[in-house]
């Protein structure tokens, strides 16, 4: 048992030098100003589901019912998947998911949403998601909410070239940061004082999380991970079969929901807290 938690040890470690020296590379990420580890509080996360209204990341799609498992409601017919679960072949079905359910309206951003993807192909949408406008690999929707103020948002591939497949799809928040202050939402350039305005839409790749989550965040000295791991009932085994960054979604049911462990320790990094991983049950020695 010694060795099997120092090899996870040593694991994290290079996680963690790894997302540490990526931000110190990275002029959206800095180290906070603020310090927590006086804090008596600590704090778990959520699971990682559509319905998880702290919305963690820029990016709404991570939290997406996996295309497969949203049948027979969204996804419909004999569909071939990728390696990462992207809808490599429609075979005249449709694939379909859920990836914001009954989200109290006040806790999104208002304005414009952006959609990336790359292949070709063509997306609807469905719910709360009304699109503005289509061009090709880019979309702009807007939420609208139903009755009892909450989106629920579904999302549909109904044409894909099986050649260049429709995939790695992200649903992007409106506004950004400026510049080396990822805890604050700035909607535009104005808000940004001279400093420079990085917005969602086009620098999601180093910005990962949403800023209103940070800034929750940070008061807390310890978080825990179970929940956005997706431990709960997992029986993952094998280092290898982690959830991984390039993972169609990490979201799903119970059992194979789950956030890659880069995340997390990026995460911890940010925030500057102690964190607490949680291995699955039946994890072997590796």
């Known amino acids: 048992m010694k060795r099997t938690i120092n090899s996870l040890c040593a694991q994290l470690l290079l996680l963690i030098s790894f997302t540490t020296a990526q931000a110190a ?17 600590g704090i778990n996360t959520n699971e990682a589901m559509e ?57 999104l951003p208002q304005g414009v949403y952006t959609v990336r993807y790359d292949g070709e192909g063509s997306l609807r949408y469905g719910g709360s998601a009304k ?34 497949h429709l995939r790695n799809i992200r649903v992007l928040m409106s506004g950004g940061i400026c510049l080396n202050d990822p805890f604050k939402r700035v909607q535009d350039a104005q808000q940004c004082g001279g400093r420079q305005f990085m917005a969602f839409a086009d620098h999601h790749r180093q910005i990962i999380f949403n800023p209103d989550y940070l800034n929750f965040m940070k008061d807390f000295k310890v978080v825990r991970f179970m929940n956005m791991s997706g431990i709960t009932r997992n029986n993952l085994r ?19 929901r789950g956030v890659p462990v880069e995340i997390m320790v990026e995460l911890a990094n940010q925030l500057n807290i102690n964190p607490w991983f949680n291995m699955p049950h039946q994890a072997d020695n590796d």
């Not at 991570?62 to 809808?87: N, Q, V």
């Not at 079905?93 to 009954?102: C, I």
């Open 238 to 256: 094998h280092w290898n079969n982690r959830p991984s960054l390039t993972k169609a979604t990490w979201g799903g049911p119970e059992g194979q």
């Open 51 to 107: 319905v998880d209204a702290s919305l963690p990341f820029v990016d709404l799609f991570r939290f997406a019912l996996p295309f497969e498992s949203a049948r027979p409601w969204l996804t419909k017919g004999k569909i071939d998947y990728d390696k990462d679960g992207w809808p490599k072949s429609l075979n005249g079905g449709q694939a379909g998911t859920r990836f914001l359910s009954h989200i109290p309206a006040a806790a």
């Open 131 to 164: 699109l503005i406008k289509s061009s090709p690999g880019k979309d702009l929707i807007r939420f609208v909410p139903v009755a009892n103020k909450t989106i629920t948002a579904t999302l549909f591939i109904d044409k894909s070239n099986p050649k260049n």
């Open 25 to 41: 590379n990275d002029p959206a990420i800095t180290t906070p100003s603020f310090v927590n580890q006086t804090s008596p509080l």
